[in-house]
């Protein structure tokens, strides 16, 4: 009965190619988050989709992209990954902007 | 400046401390906070939520705000070796379309046996 879940949970890739994390909440909730968390433990938004519509999008290269089929998913394309994407990318969920989010357990994205 | 700073630690007390985890923030629209425990290769859960100054209890844990120095703390107390962990703080603007939440940077928590 996990609520947020993402696969997948590690990945490890060559530079240069295109990769994709999905993420699915069965909460119920309508507004759904991708987070990137450095290897210092900063967490930066990335996305934030409301009712499958984008109302968040900070500065990431557009070679991010977001991808909403319905509100409970949420999935993160990444075209032409380079070094500084290894990171761990966390999926989330909430009711509301101003309520609790939930975080997914991680994906741990490794470019070599 | 970050718009919002957090003591980075790390932090390793013994058992039964009282720990103090704090932060503070320049954009005063910042109305909501929260506290999210993160445990190693985990994904963060939140701890606490406030959207008023003063003080909250759940156990033993306390998260003051203080609006007027803009500055927020979590007190844990009667400290245990499972409170071990990144302690992240969280905070909504009240204003803007498109509200968001900000963390600070964490702290690594490390209680002894």
């Known amino acids: 009965d996990t609520a947020v879940s993402q696969t997948p949970k590690y990945l490890v890739t060559q530079m240069g190619n295109d990769k994709s994390i999905k993420c699915e909440q069965n909460?119920?909730?309508?507004?759904m988050y991708w987070y990137k968390q450095d290897s210092k433990k900063f967490l930066k938004i990335m996305f934030s989709y409301n009712n499958k519509e984008l109302i968040i999008n900070e500065t990431v290269p557009n070679r991010f992209s977001p991808k909403s089929p319905d509100k409970a998913h949420l999935n993160l394309h990444i075209n032409s990954l380079e070094l500084g994407d290894s990171a761990v990318y966390f999926c989330?969920?909430?009711?509301?902007?101003?309520?609790?989010?939930?975080f997914g357990p991680g994906t741990r994205l490794t470019v070599l | 400046q970050k718009e919002v700073e957090q003591d980075p630690g790390p932090l390793s007390v013994p058992e039964g401390a009282i720990v103090s985890l704090n932060c503070t923030y320049s954009n005063s629209a910042f109305q909501y906070f929260m506290w999210y425990r993160q445990y190693s290769r985990k994904g963060p859960e939140l701890l606490m939520y406030?959207?008023?100054?003063g003080n909250k209890e759940d156990g033993r844990f306390t998260a003051q705000v203080d609006k007027s120095s803009k500055y927020i703390s979590l007190f844990i107390r009667d400290s245990q070796p499972s409170d071990s962990a990144t302690y992240l703080c969280?905070?909504?603007?009240?204003?803007?379309?498109?509200?968001?939440?900000?963390f600070g940077s964490g702290t690594q928590l490390t209680v002894l046996p």
């Open positions: 406030t959207y008023s100054s």
């Open positions: 969280a905070m909504i603007s009240s204003s803007g379309s498109a509200r968001q939440l900000t």
């Open positions: 989330a969920s909430s009711q509301g902007i101003n309520n609790e989010q939930f």
């Open positions: 909460l119920g909730h309508d507004t």
